[in-house]
Structure formats: structure tokens, C-alpha cells
């Protein structure tokens, strides 16, 4: 099962200068809560903004450089290598961003986990346009 989780705003800024645009700890503690213990996957640039493996998870980043390693997490190049190594660790699969990755996910996933964010921030990272059913 292929799960995205996310937060956003009502226009679906997902992010801003790679940083999340807020700080809220329930959405951190809910985050922890459904990705411990899977294997989590993310673009190079999501990676790069948390700064370091996320523990009791199996880190997968996706990127186009083929010369781009990370000391505790597992480097693939393409989504499906990246699936396919989530779903050795547990049924379900959660890919956490960002923006390009999310785009190219959404139209396999099977669940997402959604945090609507009342405010509007400023942002230049976007979650693709998603039907509501």
C-alpha cells in the first residue's frame, strides 16, 4: 500500500526556501506516529531540509544524481526502485515529499494522510491538485 502524507494550507503550499513554513508538534508527533517503523521515501531536497536520517525508519531518497550518498539511508534513482525497497520493511509504503515526488506518487497511492493547515502561508513548494473523495 502506497501511502502520502502531508501538510498543507488552503493552497496547498507544502513548503518555502526548503523549510516547512510552520511549526506545529501534534502534526510532528503524528507524522512519527504512522511513519516509525516503515520505509519512508522523499527527493533529495526533503532529505536535505530534515538533515538527517529519521530514526527506526528506513530512509529512501530519491535522486537524479548518481553520485549522491547518505551515511544511514538508501539512495535510489528512480520511484519504483524506492517502492520497492519500502515495502521490504512493512506493507505499507509512506513517501513524504516534496513536491516533485508527491506529484509523481499521487496517482498510485492508496491512502493519504492529510494536515490542513487553516492558515495561508507564503510558499514556492506545492501538493499537486487531489480529488477530495
Known amino acids: ?32 506516529k504512522h511513519t516509525l517503523g516503515k520505509g519512508i521515501v522523499m527527493g533529495r531536497n526533503t532529505f536535505e531540509s530534515i538533515g538527517r536520517p529519521l530514526p527506526k525508519r528506513r530512509n529512501i531518497i530519491v535522486t537524479r544524481n548518481p553520485e549522491y550518498q547518505v551515511e544511514g539511508a538508501d539512495v535510489v534513482h528512480t520511484l519504483d526502485d524506492a517502492i520497492r525497497l519500502a515495502s521490504e520493511v512493512h506493507e505499507e509504503i509512506m513517501v513524504i515529499g516534496g513536491e516533485e515526488v508527491f506529484r509523481s506518487v499521487l496517482p498510485r497511492a492508496d491512502r493519504l494522510y492529510i494536515t490542513m493547515i487553516k492558515k495561508p502561508f507564503e510558499g514556492d513548494t506545492f501538493f499537486p491538485e487531489y480529488g477530495t473523495e
Open 1 to 32: 500500500m502506497i501511502s502520502l502524507m502531508v501538510a498543507h494550507d488552503p493552497n496547498r503550499v507544502i513548503g518555502k526556501d526548503n523549510l516547512l513554513p510552520w511549526h506545529i508538534p501534534e502534526d510532528l508527533a503524528y507524522f512519527k
